[in-house]
C-alpha cells in the first residue's frame, strides 16, 4: 500500500468560491425523539455558513457530519421528486431539498410536519399515513378486465385525457397538503387533499371500472369530500402544484349529486 | 428473537421489487417487501424520460421490432451482455409496458395528424397515422435506430412507481418501511433470508424465506458526484457479496450519464436531447457532431460523456465559480414543449439553478449515474453460487446491459425482471424440495453476530470518524475510477481504498444511541461499501481494455480476444481485496458476432471465434432468406423456451397483426 494520503474534501458548493462574504446563518430545529423516554420538545439553534448554491439538503447534512451526529432528517432523490424531505420551514409546509437558503432570511426555522407520527427531529411517518389512506380509498385502478392480454396491441386514450390523467397523477405524496389542512387538524381522519386528488385522478380514468356511487362510498361523508371548508392551504403549499382546489370543488359537486340521485 | 417467516423475502421497494412481490403473490406465496423507504420515494421514480419497449406506433418507429432493440442493446452493451438474457428482455418489454397500461400508467399517446419535431437542429414536420391514434407514444433516446422510449411526460418512472405501488397494496403485499436488511441468512450454499434492522427502533430481527430476492437498486453513492439518491448505496449487493458465496458481476462497469446538472450532479433527463437538444461548448458551438457523425448528441451515454470530457479537457468547457462545464440548450424546444413534456427539467432548472431553460443554456457535465454490474444471476434471476438468492434490476448482473446500458433501458428491466423473475420465484417456491428445513439456531447465529458487530460500533473504542471516510471514498471514486481510467491512478486508488476499508474497522461513534441514528447507519453502511468500491477500482484495474463505460487510457481499445468475459467478484471473511474471476462469452452462441458499434472507437482486438461465427450467421442468415425473421431468429439462436410459460410469445403492432383478430 502507498502512505496514507488526507483527501481533503471540499463540498462542490464551497469549490472555487468567488470570493465574497458568506452570510452567518442561524438554523433553529425542533427536536425531539420520541424513542428516547427522557426527551422533551426543544429548539436547538445551529450556525451555519452559507456557501453559494447551497440548499437545505446541503445545509443540514453539514450540520449532521460536523456538528451533531444525532439529528434526523429524511432526504432520497434530493431532487425535488421523492416527496421525503417536506418539513414546515419558517412557517411553511414545503420541500426542503430544494429550498435554496439564500431564498430565506438569515434567521431559519425548521419543525418536522404536523399530524403525522413523528419518528424524530425532522422526521415522520408519511409513509404509513398515505398507505392507510390508500388502503382506505382503494387507491388503485380497479380493472376492467384483471387479465388483459398482454401480447395484443394497447387499449386507445385520448391524448389529451392521458395528459390529464399525468397531472393529478402527479402527487408525491409529500404530507404538505395535510399538514397545512385545517380540516385535517380537527378530524384525524380526514383524507386530506392527497386522498381526494387520488379519488378524482380514478375518477378521470376510464380503465377504471368503478363509478360515482363506489367513490361516494369512501369519500362522500365528513372525513372525505364533505369536511374540506374550502380553507386552500393545500393548493397554496403544494410543491407540484396539483390543481387541488379545482379537484376538491369538482369532486363535492360530483358527489352532491351523487347523493340527489340516490 | 424475533423471527418473521414468509415464503418471498424482497430486499427493496423499488419498481423491480414491487413487480417480483407482485408476481410471486399472484403465484399464491406470501410476501413481505422490506424497503429504506416509503416504495413510492425509491430511486425508480427518478427515471424521467422513459422506457424502451418496441412498441413502433409513432411513425418514426414504424419498422421496430425486437430485433432491432436487440442489435441496439447488444451494441450498447459493446457485447458485454448476455446474448439470451437481451432476447428474453426485448421480446418482455411490449407486454411490461401493456401491462402496466392495463395496470393504470398513464402513458403518453399518439395524436394522429401533423405535429412539428426537431430533428438535428431542424425544424421537421412528421405525420402520426391515423391508425397509430391514441396509442402509446414513443419518443427518440441515445444509441437506438428507431423512436423506442415509452413515457410519461418527463414522468416515467414516477408514474410507474405510482402505479406499481398500488397494484401491490391492492394485492395486499405488506412493505416494511424503513427496515434494512444488513445480512443475508445461509449455509451450505443455500440462501434463507436476512438479518433486518428496524431504521426507527435499531431492533434487530431475523426474516425467514424460502425465497429472497435483491432488488435494491445501484450504488451510485460510491461516488461523490452522482445522479443517485442518498439511498443508493449498494448495500443489497454488499451483503450478497458478504456471503463469501454469491458473486458480484462486471462491478467495474459504472455508466456517467451525460447532462447532470453543475456542479449538484441532479439528472435532466436524456429525453432533453432525444426530443432534439443540442450540446454546446464555451464559444456556443454545437461540437458533438466533430465527434460522432452519425449519431451527434445521441451516440450511446459512455460516448457522449467521454467526449464531453475530452471537450472540456481541450480547454472548450465553459467556467464558472464550481469548475468548468458544458451546455445543454433545449431553447430550440419552445416554451410550450419544455413546460409541457419536460416539466420535471423546468422545475429542476427553476429551483435548483435558479433558471428558465426556455430562455437560458443549462450547465451540465456527466455524473455518476448507473450500476450495470450487480448481484451475478443465471437468466431466471437466480444467483448461480447461493440457492435461494435472486436479484432483479439494477441491484443484478442478469446481464443485459454488459458493460454500457442505454437510456431507457433501464425502467424497462426494472419491470421485465420483475415479471420474469417473479414467475422464476414462484417456480422456487412451488417446490416441496425448498421449503425452509433450517434449526432456528442457524438465523439465531447470524442475529447474534450482527448484534455483535452493531454493539462492538456502539460501545468500542474506535477512533476513526465514518462521514469522513465515506466522504474520502466518494472522492476517490470520482477522482480516480471515474470516465477516464488509468492504471496507475486505479492502483493507487485500490491502495487508498484498502486503507480506508482497514481504518473503517475501528470506526468510533460520537453519538451512541441504539435506535434511530443516523451515526451507526452511516458507520456500518461504510464498511460494506468499501467493499463494494474495491470491487469498482480492482475489477477496472485489472480489466486492460475498453469497454463500453470501461475506458481505460492507458489501453483504449476493446480487446475482444483477451476480455469478452465477465468479471466475477467474491468476497473472503477479513481480506481486504475481492477476489477476481472471470466467465468467458462464447462467441460462437452469439445472434450477433462481435464488430463495430456504428458510433465510437472503431479500432477493436477480435475474439479469434469472431470472424467463423460472423460468417457462420452470415450464411445461415442467406440461406434462410424468405424466412419469417422469427425463423431466422429461432435458428441463430434460440431463446424462447427460457421464458415463463407465461411471457413466451410474439408482440402484436400495428405493422405486424395477429392474424386472428377478435
Known amino acids: 500500500m502507498n502512505t496514507a494520503k488526507v483527501v481533503k474534501i471540499v463540498p462542490a458548493s464551497q469549490a472555487g468560491g468567488n470570493g465574497a462574504a458568506h452570510r452567518a446563518l442561524k438554523i433553529h430545529v425542533l427536536r425531539h425523539n420520541p424513542q428516547d423516554p427522557a426527551s422533551v420538545p426543544r429548539m436547538q439553534t445551529y450556525d451555519v455558513e452559507e456557501a453559494d448554491g447551497m440548499t437545505l439538503f446541503i445545509a443540514l447534512n453539514e450540520i449532521r457530519e460536523k456538528m451533531d451526529a444525532s439529528l434526523q432528517f429524511d432526504f432520497v432523490c434530493r431532487a425535488g421528486i421523492c416527496g421525503s424531505c417536506a418539513m414546515v420551514i419558517n412557517g411553511r409546509p414545503t420541500l426542503a431539498c430544494r429550498t435554496l437558503t439564500k431564498n430565506l432570511p438569515t434567521e431559519i426555522t425548521l419543525a418536522p410536519l404536523p399530524f403525522f407520527e413523528l419518528i424524530g427531529d425532522l422526521s415522520v411517518d408519511t409513509g404509513k399515513w398515505m398507505r392507510g389512506m390508500s388502503e382506505r380509498l382503494e387507491g388503485w385502478l380497479h380493472m376492467k378486465d384483471p387479465n388483459p392480454d398482454i401480447s395484443r396491441i394497447e387499449e386507445r386514450m385520448d391524448p389529451d385525457l392521458a395528459d390529464k390523467i399525468y397531472e393529478l397523477d402527479r402527487c408525491i405524496e409529500c404530507g404538505c397538503c395535510v399538514a397545512a389542512c385545517g380540516t385535517a387538524r380537527m378530524r384525524e381522519d380526514f383524507v386530506g387533499a392527497v386522498g381526494l386528488n387520488r379519488v378524482a385522478r380514478f375518477r378521470l380514468d376510464p380503465r377504471d371500472a368503478r363509478t360515482d356511487a363506489d367513490y361516494y362510498d369512501v369519500i362522500g361523508d365528513d372525513n372525505g369530500v364533505f369536511g374540506c371548508m374550502s380553507l386552500l392551504a393545500c393548493h397554496d403549499v403544494c410543491p407540484k402544484n396539483l390543481p387541488l382546489a379545482t379537484q376538491i370543488a369538482f369532486m363535492r359537486r360530483k358527489m352532491v349529486k351523487m347523493a340527489w340521485g340516490k | ?151 410519461v411526460s418527463d ?68 461516488y461523490r458526484v452522482t445522479t443517485n439518491a442518498v439511498i443508493c448505496e449498494g448495500i443489497g449487493s454488499a451483503i450478497a457479496l458478504e456471503t463469501g458465496v454469491a458473486t458480484l458481476g462486471n462491478m467495474e462497469a459504472m455508466q456517467f450519464h451525460p447532462t447532470g446538472i453543475f456542479p449538484a450532479g441532479i439528472l435532466v433527463t436524456e429525453g432533453c436531447r432525444g426530443d432534439g437538444g443540442l450540446l454546446k461548448d464555451v464559444d456556443g458551438r454545437r461540437f458533438m457532431p466533430d465527434y460522432e457523425p452519425e449519431k451527434k448528441e445521441l451516440a450511446s451515454r459512455d460516448v457522449v460523456s467521454r467526449r464531453m470530457e475530452e471537450h472540456i479537457a481541450k480547454g472548450k468547457g465553459a467556467k464558472n465559480r464550481f469548475g468548468e462545464h458544458l451546455w445543454l440548450d433545449i431553447t430550440l424546444l419552445g416554451e410550450k414543449h419544455i413546460k409541457h413534456n419536460l416539466r420535471e427539467v423546468w422545475e429542476i432548472c427553476h429551483h435548483f439553478l435558479g433558471i428558465d431553460p426556455v430562455k437560458d443554456w443549462i450547465p451540465v457535465r456527466p455524473a455518476m449515474h448507473y450500476t450495470m454490474g450487480g448481484v451475478r444471476t443465471d ?68 442475529l447474534r453476530r450482527e448484534q455483535a458487530h452493531l454493539s462492538g460500533l456502539l460501545t468500542g473504542s474506535g477512533t476513526e470518524d465514518a462521514a469522513a471516510l465515506k466522504a474520502s471514498m466518494q472522492e476517490i471514486m470520482t477522482a480516480k475510477v471515474g470516465i477516464f481510467r488509468r492504471g496507475e491512478d486505479l492502483a493507487s486508488a485500490v491502495d487508498e481504498l484498502q486503507q480506508l476499508l482497514v481504518r473503517s474497522r475501528n470506526i468510533g461513534l460520537k453519538y451512541k444511541a441504539g435506535g434511530s441514528n443516523p451515526e451507526l447507519v452511516t458507520a456500518y453502511r461504510v464498511q460494506k461499501m468499501l467493499k463494494l468500491a474495491l470491487c469498482v477500482a480492482y ?79 452470415e450464411a445461415l442468415k442467406q440461406r434462410m432468406a424468405g424466412a419469417s425473421r422469427f425463423a431466422v431468429q429461432e435458428a441463430l439462436m434460440p431463446y424462447g423456451a427460457l421464458l415463463p410459460e407465461r411471457l413466451r410469445g410474439r408482440n402484436e403492432r400495428i405493422d405486424e397483426r395477429f392474424e386472428a383478430a377478435e
Open chain 2, 379 to 446: 437468466y431466471t434471476g437466480q444467483s448461480p453460487t447461493l440457492k435461494g438468492l435472486f436479484a432483479a434490476g439494477e441491484a443484478a448482473c442478469w446481464d443485459m446491459h454488459g458493460f454500457n446500458r442505454l437510456g431507457g433501458n433501464s425502467v424497462a428491466e426494472t419491470v421485465v425482471a420483475g415479471m420474469i423473475v417473479g414467475e422464476y420465484v414462484a417456480d422456487f417456491c412451488d417446490k416441496a424440495a425448498n421449503d425452509v428445513d433450517i434449526p432456528t439456531k442457524l438465523a439465531q447465529e447470524f
Open chain 2, 155 to 222: 414522468g416515467t418512472g414516477h408514474a410507474m412507481l405510482q402505479t406499481m405501488s398500488d397494484q401491490a397494496i391492492a394485492a395486499a403485499i405488506p412493505v416494511h418501511e424503513r427496515t434494512e436488511a444488513i445480512s443475508l441468512i445461509h449455509d451450505a450454499g443455500r440462501c434463507y433470508g436476512a438479518i433486518v434492522r428496524d431504521l426507527v427502533t435499531g431492533e434487530l430481527c431475523a426474516y425467514v424465506a424460502k425465497a429472497t430476492a435483491i432488488t435494491s437498486g445501484g450504488a451510485g453513492r460510491l
Open chain 2, 539 to 617: 475489477g477496472a484495474l485489472t480489466r486492460t481494455e475498453s469497454r463500453g463505460a470501461h475506458f481505460r487510457q492507458d489501453h483504449p481499445r476493446r480487446n475482444d480476444a483477451e476480455w469478452l468475459k465477465r468479471t466475477l467478484a467474491t468476497w473472503r471473511g477479513d481480506a481486504t481485496l475481492p477476489t477476481l474471476s472471470y466467465e468467458p462469452l462464447d462467441v460462437r452462441a452469439m445472434e450477433l458476432p462481435p464488430g463495430w458499434r456504428g458510433y465510437g472507437a472503431k479500432d477493436y482486438v477480435d475474439h479469434p471465434d469472431t470472424p467463423a461465427r460472423a460468417a457462420d450467421v
Open chain 2, 1 to 151: 428473537m424475533k423471527i418473521v417467516y414468509t415464503d418471498v423475502l424482497v430486499i427493496g421497494g423499488g419498481l423491480a421489487g414491487l413487480r417480483v412481490g407482485i408476481g410471486a403473490k399472484r403465484r399464491g406465496h406470501d410476501v413481505v417487501i422490506i424497503s429504506l423507504v416509503p416504495p413510492k420515494r425509491s430511486h425508480s421514480a427518478a427515471a424521467q424520460g422513459g422506457m424502451q419497449a418496441s412498441l413502433g406506433n409513432v411513425i418514426k418507429g414504424q419498422g421496430d421490432n425486437e430485433d432491432v432493440h436487440f442489435e441496439d442493446t447488444v451494441r450498447g452493451s459493446d457485447w458485454g451482455a448476455d446474448q439470451r438474457v437481451v432476447r428474453m428482455f426485448v421480446n418482455t418489454a411490449p407486454k411490461a409496458v401493456r401491462e402496466l397500461a392495463a395496470w393504470g400508467v398513464p402513458w403518453s399517446r399518439v395524436r394522429k395528424g401533423d405535429r412539428e419535431v426537431i430533428i438535428n437542429n431542424q425544424k421537421v414536420t412528421i405525420t402520426e397515422r391515423d391508425e397509430a391514434h391514441g396509442l402509446v407514444a414513443q419518443r427518440d433516446f441515445g444509441g437506438t435506430k428507431k423512436w423506442r422510449t415509452c413515457y
